[in-house]
Nanobody, 116 residues
Framework: QVQLVESGGGLVQPGGSLRLSCVAS????????MGWYRQGPGNQRELVAD???????NYVGSVKGRFTISRDNAKNTVYLQMNELKPEDTAVYYC??????????WGQGTQVTVSS
């Protein structure tokens, strides 16, 4: 049984930082493409960042230079370091795993709110 459990969300002021964690069980994160998605109020879910099994990373343009995706193989955990947060980053953030073409496994999400 695959489980992805996110944590680390919360309320932060603009310009602040948060680090999201995604602890996986039932899969080995280094064998999958792992992604962070987000869905803001009234918006569609979008892929924010991903990291392939080879360690290559990709980011949506709006977060490049501010967010960093990484993984700790020993902890079977994927992280999303978010710096210089903006109000438009407010969303529920989801961790997902892609064994092939599609993201088949999802976490429950963690709320990030950027507000003064």
């Amino acid at each position: 049984q695959v489980q992805l459990v996110e944590s680390g969300g919360g309320l932060v002021q603009p310009g602040g930082s948060l680090r999201l964690s995604c602890v996986a069980s039932g899969i080995i994160v280094s064998s999958y493409t792992m992604g962070w998605y987000r869905q803001g109020p009234g918006n569609q879910r979008e892929l924010v960042a991903d990291i392939t099994s080879a360690g290559n990373t990709n980011y949506v343009g709006s977060v490049k230079g501010r967010f960093t995706i990484s993984r700790d193989n020993a902890k079977n955990t994927v992280y999303l370091q978010m710096n210089e947060l903006k109000p438009e980053d407010t969303a529920v953030y989801y961790c997902a795993a892609r064994p092939g073409t599609n993201y088949d496994y999802w976490g429950q999400g963690t709320q990030v709110t950027v507000s003064s």
